[in-house]
């Protein structure tokens, strides 16, 4: 499962970004400090005490705007086909689950929530950057995401055997695992900023952590209590 899905993304990253792309998908519509000048205006033979920024323009910026469509383009496919994908895997693993346990069913929803929120939000991000409006970034992230249902589906259906069943947590294993070691925890080891910012970061990282490990404790332990 994990070999699975860092291939996948590798496969996503390989065909979305062209040579020397940046891998930052924010884009701004204001000039940014390293395309400006700084100009101190001479006036009677006096500097004046008004400095101005003024734009740069590079020929290559002004002369690849059908490179920059075709890029954005080939990265709005690449982020809804990979949404979709992972969307149906993450249904699969709900419906496996539910018919598991109640409490599988129930500690695997709350994981998959967890963790699709900020995707769902970063994906949304690279879709209106990449060129879309907000309200068809909208549509197509909605759209995407039915692809769980599918799973869900599925993973009901198919669950009766026992093998399958393994099968699928074993994949869903590797999903969560990918995910928390790729994903997750270069972002929780490297926090920037200064010395209080770090620190409430760190504090709100181990909060998510321990209530995250509270909830499966108490699925586990109240497990023949829950009926659904």
Same mark, same amino acid.
């Given at each position: 499962g994990i070999y699975a899905f860092y291939f996948m993304e590798m496969c996503f990253n390989l065909f979305s970004k062209s040579d020397g792309a940046e891998d930052d998908h924010g884009h701004s519509h204001l000039p940014s400090l390293d395309k400006m000048e700084l100009h101190s205006g001479m006036k009677n033979g006096? =500097? =004046? *005490?008004? @400095?101005?920024?003024?734009?740069?323009? *590079?020929?290559? #910026?002004?002369?690849s705007p059908k490179i920059s469509t075709a890029s954005s383009r080939s990265l709005i496919f690449m982020v809804l086909l990979g949404d979709a994908l992972h969307n149906f895997a993450d249904g699969l693993a709900i419906g496996a689950a539910f018919t598991e346990s109640a409490s599988v069913g129930i500690a695997t929803t709350i994981t998959v929530f967890c963790h699709e929120l900020p995707h769902e939000l970063g994906d949304y991000a690279i879709l209106v950057s990449s060129g879309? @409006?907000?309200?068809?970034?909208?549509? /197509?992230?909605?759209? @995407? *995401?039915? =692809?769980? /249902?599918?799973?869900?589906?599925?993973?009901? @259906?198919? *669950?009766? #055997? #026992? =093998?399958?069943r393994q099968w699928i947590f074993a994949i869903t294993a590797g999903l969560f695992l990918y995910i928390a070691l790729a994903d997750m925890m270069p972002h929780l080891t490297k926090v920037k900023g200064p010395h209080g910012k770090r620190l409430l970061m760190i504090i709100c990282n181990n909060i998510g952590i321990f209530v995250g490990v509270l909830i499966l404790v108490l699925l586990s332990l109240f497990e023949s209590k829950i009926k659904v």
């Open positions: 006096k =500097t =004046t *005490s008004r @400095s101005e920024l003024y734009e740069v323009q *590079s020929n290559a #910026d002004s002369e879309l @409006s907000r309200g068809r970034a909208l549509l /197509f992230n909605f759209l @995407s *995401s039915l =692809t769980a /249902f599918i799973g869900l589906y599925i993973g009901i @259906s198919v *669950s009766t #055997d #026992d =093998t399958v």
